[in-house]
């Protein structure tokens, strides 16, 4: 397997503009998570999906972030409209059924807000 | 609230000089530790799972340790490639999802 495949794996966009972010999980892997990485806050957990369904969207910052995932293939994470503060590392990564398991994470996109 | 503190933020080692990287945890009922390596540019790449006290893994020159507070990083006799950021996780029985991370401990080996 590829592994978690992400895109863009870079996006420099302009405040105001919509921006959305792309992963492909592992075959078979039941969990999808995004996260967020930046220097001051490190490494934070936006919203999980379990069997396509959304769990745990308590870490989503504001209204303007929206996450989707259509089928087991596929996930989206949209920021609409996009701010200079969201500039960071953003991660997604699959796992096998979570109890006891870890998480393969994506090489993630790196979103420049200008 | 469950958190999640690593020390050092940083830490400089001479090939073949032996460590400890520290994580101490807050969590409302520990369902598992997790150690993450974290290359510059990359995604994080798991370690480790931890899921009891008293619990130990080994992985080459890396091995893990878990008390109830707290779990090590031990690296012994260190290379240059082992240089990058270790990340500590803990997962909280009461969220089986979520994996609350610390900042991490930079490590850079010199040969």
């Known amino acids: 397997d590829a592994g978690v495949i992400q895109s863009p794996r870079h996006e420099v966009t302009e405040m105001g503009q919509e921006v959305t972010l792309r992963c492909k999980p592992i075959?078979?892997?039941?969990?999808l998570f995004w996260y967020r990485q930046t220097m001051m806050r490190g490494l934070e957990l936006l919203i999980y999906?379990?069997?396509?369904?959304?769990?745990?969207d308590s870490g989503m910052p504001e209204d303007r972030f929206s996450a989707k995932m259509p089928n087991a293939s596929f996930s989206t994470l949209k920021i609409q409209p996009s701010e200079p503060r969201d500039s960071a590392v953003y991660f997604c990564?699959?796992?096998?059924?979570?109890?006891?398991?870890?998480?393969?994470f994506g090489q993630g996109t790196r979103l420049t807000v200008v | 609230e469950d958190q999640v503190t690593q020390s050092p933020e940083a830490l400089r080692l001479q090939e073949g000089e032996s460590s400890s990287l520290n994580c101490s945890y807050t969590?409302?009922?520990?369902?598992?530790l997790f150690w993450y390596r974290q290359d510059p540019g990359k995604g994080p790449e798991f370690l480790f799972t931890?899921?009891?006290a008293g619990e130990e893994k080994e992985k080459e020159r890396l091995k893990a340790t878990l008390t109830k507070k707290e779990s090590f990083l031990h690296i012994t006799a260190p290379k240059p490639e082992d240089s990058a950021t270790y990340l500590c996780?803990?997962?909280?029985?009461?969220?089986?999802?979520?994996?609350?991370f610390g900042q991490g401990t930079t490590l850079q080996v010199k040969p």
């Open positions: 990564a699959s796992s096998l059924p979570y109890t006891y398991t870890e998480a393969f």
């Open positions: 075959s078979g892997h039941d969990y």
């Open positions: 999906f379990n069997n396509n369904v959304p769990i745990d």
């Open positions: 969590v409302s009922g520990l369902r598992g």
């Open positions: 931890l899921y009891s």
């Open positions: 996780a803990v997962q909280a029985s009461s969220n089986t999802g979520k994996l609350i």
